[in-house]
């Protein structure tokens, strides 16, 4: 049984183009994430929720647009796609990821979104 | 602001070597610590982490130690095998962030 899963697992669209991905968490933590990741493998912090509520936008383009229905769920959806926004996406979870906490990130196993 | 500076790769050795592989870290306090391995393909799995000052976190023959005199996290391993070739992620806790370092890829020839 699958801790982090998101899908789709790959996205080929077009430039303008609207795409979404969706991810899901049983492990019961109460922290989710979207990280990004660049062709030279740098992970770069886009999004963190706590209890379903945003935290963290790290500038991120407008055009990129989290929702988090509730605890479990963190969807990501993509307006107007650019040539840039070719990476894989990650989902992410964790406990109590504020300050008190100490534990660690897990992660889902990408979606490598492709824009031509 | 938070950081994480980790050696760039590639880093190429025999089967059998010796591996290291630093980090250092900026922080406010004494964040939770951690290494993360990438196998070709797939995403990030913890490799070990340490919570305090002195902790040593440990998995299949890695070790690295939690140094706050020198802000250290470095990442060794005793004798390299080819299935340990990975690109490798140190990383620190954040509030409500994990920053990672930019990834050492690793490369073990039989």
């Known amino acids: 049984d699958t801790a982090v899963s998101q899908t789709p697992k790959y996205l080929v669209t077009q430039m303008g183009n609207d795409k979404s991905i969706k991810c899901e968490q049983n492990l019961g933590h109460d922290t989710m994430y979207w990280y990004k990741q660049d062709s030279k493998k740098f992970l770069k912090i886009m999004f963190s929720y706590n209890n379903k509520e945003l935290i963290i936008n790290e500038t991120v383009p407008n055009r990129f647009s989290p929702k988090s229905p509730d605890k479990a769920h963190l969807n990501l959806h993509i307006n107007s796609l650019e040539l840039g926004d070719s990476a894989v996406y990650f989902c992410?979870?964790?406990?109590?990821?504020?300050?008190?906490?100490?534990?660690?990130?897990?992660f889902g196993e990408g979606s490598r979104l492709t824009v031509l | 602001g938070d950081s994480v500076t980790q050696m760039e790769g590639p880093v190429t050795l025999s089967e059998e070597a010796f591996l290291t592989i630093n980090c250092t870290y900026t922080a406010t306090g004494y964040p939770s610590l951690f290494w993360y391995v990438q196998y070709p393909g797939e995403g990030l799995q913890l490799l070990l982490k340490a919570t305090k000052a002195d902790d040593k976190g440990s998995n299949k023959g890695f070790e690295a130690t939690y140094r706050k005199e020198t802000t250290s996290f470095h990442l060794e391993k005793g004798s390299v095998q080819v299935s340990d070739s990975a690109v490798y992620f140190c990383a620190l806790k954040g509030t409500y962030k994990y920053i990672f370092g930019t990834g050492t890829r690793l490369k073990v020839l039989a």
């Open positions: 992410a979870s964790s406990q109590k990821g504020g300050r008190d906490g100490t534990g660690e990130l897990f």
